[in-house]
């Protein structure tokens, strides 16, 4: 169930914010109504699956209380949470990657016996890397005494189920939402207002401009690479670091908003990331959720920039391998992971100090074009199709018999989300400049444009063939 379909749009989210109205005058209740909803909103999806997501709920509850309760004895605490962490990552691993290995150990047997294994299909959960990277923090964070354990089976149950951020994200800590989950204090006013206006901003992001975008670079990036022009090439990459953008910074809108309609706060995800000077700057603004967790749960102990400078250089580039191999089961992801890391070694090193002396844009211009290499990477099949696209970006001359040509309507939505990238540094500058009173003289004027866009996205949904999140499976 897609935030923006029908079912969901005029009968699951009317239905529960009714029932969160009328029937949550408690506390309980409200927490009630929103476990069932959420419960209900995984299960209409996943209903295999959902057994196993309560399981390995009641096997952290049980080992968080074991990790707490032993607070004196510093092995039994250790081993409590190796323990927990290995179910978790077991799980991702069994459900996320077994195809992925067995294909490879494939591969490797065939080339040196003839012989073949069989590759098992195996269903992927949706969400289930956010699902497990934040139960992992869970339990972290117990053992490192910033948390201490659920109090109620019902807390940590919404807080792994919370459906405005379950699909993707963004990955939330277990103590920066369970006081609001404890309150559970009801919605009023002015969060509905704000909320379902971000969340028509998400809608919009995703329909009209991320799946417009999708059409034209689903187009280039399936012909035939080895063939590609150099216009075809960047003309797909750009659509396709625009989509990528707007598809996943909207569902995070759309998740905030939803969130913030039920009187939660749920952290931003992104801040204007391709107005970034540099790869580090970019990571700090783009899925800032996922570079946080990484940060605190793997950069820190591996032991960050406390083991020398050698070492130093060795995690970042483990971490963002990591983070490559966390998005997909696939040879580009894990590339686009090691690209990631060699430039954030190159930031540390000398490039960042290099480009704070150019001009911002000039710093922006070289910025954008490492991440665009970095999304051909991530968005080719294969890693001899982003090798081709990659390299005929960097012949001009080159050319192509089978051109595709790009419908003016995705052309249009191209030039606007160009438009609105720079709009961001523009806004940027005139939020810094006190301008921040614009936002209340002008509320009615741009939410009546955001109404009018969101009809407009409604129709278009209705009328197209729903594209899911790029995020949606991972």
Same mark, same amino acid.
Not at 226 to 231: P, Q, V
């Given at each position: ?24 005058? %408690?506390?309980?209740?409200? @927490?009630? /109504?929103? !476990? ?6 995984? *299960?209409? =999806?996943?209903?295999? &699956? ?59 047997? %065939?080339?040196?016996?003839? @012989?073949? /294994?069989? !590759? ?6 949706? *969400?289930? =890397?956010?699902?497990? &990277? ?341």
């Amino acid at each position: 169930m897609l935030f923006y379909e029908p079912l969901f749009l005029f009968v699951f989210a009317p239905a529960v914010y009714l029932l969160y109205l009328l029937f949550g005058v %408690r506390r309980e209740a409200r @927490s009630l /109504i929103l !476990i069932l909803a959420s419960v209900f909103f995984y *299960g209409w =999806s996943e209903p295999t &699956f959902i057994f196993l997501v309560f399981g390995s709920i009641i096997i952290d509850l049980v080992v968080g209380e074991r990790i707490h309760s032993n607070d004196r004895s510093i092995m039994p605490r250790k081993l409590w949470l190796m323990i927990g962490v290995a179910t978790n990552l077991l799980i991702l691993i069994y459900f996320k990657y077994t195809g992925f290995i067995i294909a490879n150990i494939d591969v490797l047997a %065939r080339s040196l016996t003839f @012989s073949s /294994i069989n !590759i098992p299909q195996i269903a992927l959960p949706i *969400g289930v =890397s956010f699902i497990v &990277f934040e139960k992992i923090t869970y339990l972290v964070d117990i053992y490192r005494g910033v948390s201490i354990p659920a109090q109620k089976f019902s807390h940590y149950l919404l807080y792994v189920f919370f459906f405005p951020k379950l699909l993707a994200g963004p990955i939330i800590k277990y103590h920066d939402i369970a006081r609001q989950f404890d309150d559970c204090r009801h919605a009023d006013r002015s969060d509905f207002l704000d909320g379902f206006s971000r969340f028509m901003l998400g809608v919009i992001k995703k329909v009209l401009l991320a799946d417009s975008l999708a059409t034209g670079a689903d187009l280039i990036f399936s012909q035939d690479s080895s063939s590609i022009s150099f216009i075809n090439a960047w003309l797909g990459v750009i659509l396709f670091t625009l989509q990528i953008y707007f598809d996943f910074s909207g569902y995070s809108d759309m998740a905030i908003g939803l969130a913030r309609m039920f009187g939660f706060r749920l952290l931003e995800n992104f801040n204007m990331p391709y107005i970034a000077t540099s790869i580090t700057d970019f990571w700090r603004r783009w899925h800032m959720s996922l570079t946080s967790w990484i940060r605190e749960y793997l950069y820190f102990p591996l032991g960050g920039n406390r083991c020398g400078e050698r070492r130093t250089y060795i995690n970042l580039w483990i971490c963002f391998l990591a983070s490559g191999v966390w998005h997909g089961a696939a040879w580009p992801y894990v590339f686009w992971g090691a690209y990631n890391g060699v430039f954030l070694i190159l930031d540390r090193l000398f490039l960042e100090d290099k480009l704070k002396t150019f001009p911002a844009w000039l710093a922006n211009l070289i910025t954008m074009l490492i991440v665009m290499a970095g999304w051909t990477i991530f968005r080719a099949h294969s890693l001899s199709q982003a090798s081709d696209i990659l390299l005929a970006m960097m012949q001009p001359w080159r050319g192509a018999d089978d051109a595709v040509t790009i419908a003016p309507e995705i052309m249009i939505m191209m030039i606007i989300g160009l438009v609105i990238c720079i709009a961001q540094r523009i806004c940027e500058s005139l939020y810094q400049l006190e301008w921040r009173h614009l936002h209340l003289r002008y509320a009615l004027a741009i939410n009546s444009c955001l109404a009018l866009l969101f009809i407009a996205a409604l129709a278009k949904g209705l009328a197209d063939p729903f594209k899911p999140f790029i995020y949606f499976r991972f």
